[in-house]
């Protein structure tokens, strides 16, 4: 079962937190950003759920806790009114500067977005593209980090592995071309969205190819780790409770 407040931080931090590692990675989404005249800070303030700004400007998008030096900001009354913007397009209410609300959501962010859902829904033809392909398990990668710690800190079930998780920080990525670093401290996971340089257990993927397959489950973790594709290190512990985790994410990004 599916928690529709842990749903919510998933879309936030997991999801739409991939933004801006798009506006680095895509040149589509790149122009997109460099046609704006100002920046645009978006708050989305969810009851009960969570609050966070998307900073965009013409050098991509950064994305911030909580609302401080947000232009405009849209809320919701619930964490299932914030999941419809992400499942049917159905925005919030404009609280603050409804018209740059309005006109960013229906423009650029729309824009943003629907790159964004190509590549993490891609078809099979697009998939065929290189290019496409590493940008889409890149993407991936970062949702995932994402989704590990919102759900480690609302999904039940994921708060109870997390409990049994050392401080300390957890390494995850594809050989040579993407890192992500959940941190952990008094059982609350953060996301870094890079390589950790004092990683207390390491996960690492040998090849984008195999991360991809691990990712759309069309490989085998056992029969990979077997095969030595995929790299484990440190304390066990803190790894076999972030794959429980990710076994919740598997549910919720299905």
């Known amino acids: 079962m599916k928690d529709a407040r842990a749903m919510a931080f998933v879309n936030a931090y ?8 798009l506006c680095e990675i ?13 920046p645009v800070n978006f708050c989305f303030d969810v009851k009960d759920g969570p609050c966070f700004t998307l900073n965009f400007s013409a050098d991509g998008c950064k994305m911030t806790d909580g609302d401080a030096g947000c232009t405009c900001k849209m809320s919701f009354r619930s964490p299932d009114g914030f999941n ?6 159905k925005p919030g209410i404009p609280s603050k500067n409804p018209t740059q609300v309005l006109s960013f959501l229906l423009g650029p962010f729309t824009k943003l977005t629907n790159i964004l859902v190509k590549y993490l829904r891609p078809s099979d033809s697009d998939l065929k593209d290189k290019d496409f392909f590493e940008k889409s398990t890149i993407l991936t ?16 079930i994921s708060k109870l ?6 401080d300390g920080e957890i390494s995850m990525g594809i050989s040579d071309k993407v890192y992500v670093t959940v941190i ?22 040998k090849t984008i190819e195999l991360a991809n397959s691990l990712f759309n489950g069309t490989a085998s973790t056992m029969a990979e780790l077997c095969a030595g594709n995929i790299y484990l290190a440190g304390m066990c512990n803190m790894i076999d409770n972030i794959n429980r985790i990710l076994d ?3 549910l919720y990004l299905a």
């Open 161 to 166: 592995s997390a409990s049994y998780i050392v």
């Open 84 to 89: 419809n913007l992400i499942d049917n397009s």
């Open 14 to 21: 997991g999801v739409l937190g991939a933004l801006e590692n």
């Open 184 to 205: 952990a401290k008094d059982h609350n996971l953060t996301l870094k969205k890079e390589k950790s340089q004092n990683p207390r257990a390491i996960m690492e993927f």
């Open 141 to 156: 990668m970062y949702v995932i980090g994402g989704a590990i710690c919102a759900l480690g800190n609302n999904d039940e």
């Open 26 to 38: 895509d040149d589509e989404a790149k122009k997109i950003c460099q046609k704006l005249k100002k």
């Open 248 to 250: 919740r994410v598997g």
